[in-house]
């Protein structure tokens, strides 16, 4: 018996692995060689391809394609019809499958929905997308980025609470300082 849970009309693939407590919803295909962690939620109509790697606790909305070369960190989070790509000039008449860049979205970030994330880049952990947004660079941890292309506009505490102008939550009063990959929480 599995310990974790798949629609009747979910297409997966032998020799993938599905970690305890995943749940895999209407539509979706799951190629594979793909890889994902426990306690997941993979909406409806989500593709994941042989070299994707999700992580633990991840949410993966309806309509979203991940991958090969995309990794998600544990407690990522994908709003809807969110976009990754892996190429970045794709032809129909070019076989580019030995050029896809990894993308690496971090633990904790948060993608808006129909956000679209250009292949090669970082997202860094706990930072928070704009839905719609095109990110076309690193975003740093713990920024809130939005827009097109998607520029830093603030800052987010893991809680998903933006800081206030000292790097503080006033919800669960967590503080943060600055460092080279964004921001850290403060001990």
């Known amino acids: 018996m599995n310990d974790f849970f798949i629609h009747e009309s979910a297409y ?34 989500v593709y994941i391809g042989s070299a ?3 992580g633990a606790c991840v949410k993966i ?12 960190e544990d407690n990522v989070f994908c709003g809807p019809s969110c976009v990754f790509t892996n190429v970045f000039n794709p032809r129909a008449f070019i076989d580019r499958n030995k050029e896809y860049k990894k993308t690496v979205v971090k633990r904790g970030a948060t ?28 975003i740093p941890d713990y920024a809130i980025a939005y827009g097109n292309p998607a520029r830093v506009h603030g800052w987010v505490c893991c809680c ?8 503080k939550c006033t919800v669960c009063h967590k503080k943060y300082i600055k460092n080279t990959n964004g921001l850290d929480e403060e001990i």
């Open 160 to 167: 998903g609470e933006k800081l206030d102008k000292n790097l």
């Open 52 to 54: 994707a790697k999700i």
């Open 111 to 138: 993608i808006g929905a129909n956000a679209t994330i250009i292949c090669g880049i970082s997202l860094g952990k706990y930072c928070l997308i704009g839905a719609g947004s095109v990110v076309t660079h690193d």
């Open 12 to 45: 997966v693939d032998d020799e993938c692995h599905i970690g305890k407590g995943t749940k895999v919803w209407h539509f979706s295909h799951i190629m594979s060689g793909a890889v994902i962690g426990k306690k997941c939620v993979i909406g409806q109509n």
């Open 61 to 72: 909305q309806n309509n979203v394609s991940v991958y090969d070369e995309v990794i998600l």
